[in-house]
Antibody, heavy 123, light 111 residues
């Protein structure tokens, strides 16, 4: 059973860079059957997709965050990471890492999520 | 403002059948399949339905999904108290180089 675990600072100052890492266990991040995503959820609100990365390193980002987001992968550590620059209070949210399954004969779908980590932007 | 539109709340009594709608557009639901997630309080979303109407192993057959045009629905039959949760729909959107979009979530209350 695959497991995803987010880690990183729970408090970030305004204008600084938020950095999170997702460690994947129970399976290889290098499998071509998946790609990897970050998703966030402000308190009491809905889900917002941040971006994705394939193990080849190819990325796509949410157009609304694209100028501030970088997602990278470290296959040697079975991890992928998120950096969000110039943060403001509006970036306060629970951040989830997730696996997207590339299933033959069907569209991709998000099948597993990490437990989520709360990041608060405050001075 | 979420790209996919869901009712903010729904309710039913134990044993009843409840449906939750999800409305989108031609670039998301109209072009791609819909997935549904259940989020219990304080926990991560859990995959409930994928590819419009497929259930992962372990998900009871009380849960079913359907799609027509640019709308989708999640149906829960034989409602149980443990079904009280937030439910989200999701789909890939082909616009702007592609991105996942979600509904705003529907809070289901079992009366």
């Amino acid at each position: 059973q695959v497991q995803l675990q987010e880690s990183g600072p729970g408090l970030v100052k305004p204008s600084q860079t938020l950095s999170l890492t997702c460690t994947v266990s129970g399976g290889s991040i290098s499998s071509g059957s998946y790609y990897w995503s970050w998703i966030r959820q402000p308190a009491g609100k809905g889900l917002e997709w941040i971006g994705r990365i394939y193990t080849s390193g190819s990325t796509n980002y949410n157009p609304s965050l694209k100028s501030r987001v970088t997602i990278s992968v470290d296959t040697s550590k079975n991890q992928f990471s998120l950096k969000l620059s110039s943060v403001t209070a509006a970036d306060t949210a629970v951040y989830y890492c997730a696996r997207v399954r590339l299933a033959a004969g069907s569209d991709p779908f998000i099948d597993y999520w990490g437990q989520g980590t709360l990041v608060t932007v405050s001075s | 403002q979420s790209v996919l539109t869901q009712p903010p709340s729904a309710s039913g009594t134990p044993g009843q059948r409840v449906t939750i709608s999800c409305s989108g557009s031609s670039s998301n639901i109209g072009s791609n399949t819909v997935n549904w997630y259940q989020q219990l309080p304080g926990t991560a979303p859990k995959l409930l339905i994928y590819s419009n109407n497929q259930r992962p192993s372990g998900v009871p057959d009380r849960f079913s999904g359907s799609k027509s045009g640019t709308s989708a629905s999640l149906a829960i039959s034989g409602l149980q108290s443990e079904d009280e949760a937030d439910y989200y729909c999701a789909a890939w959107d082909d616009s702007l180089n592609g991105h996942w979009v979600f509904g705003g979530g529907t809070k289901l209350t079992v009366l």
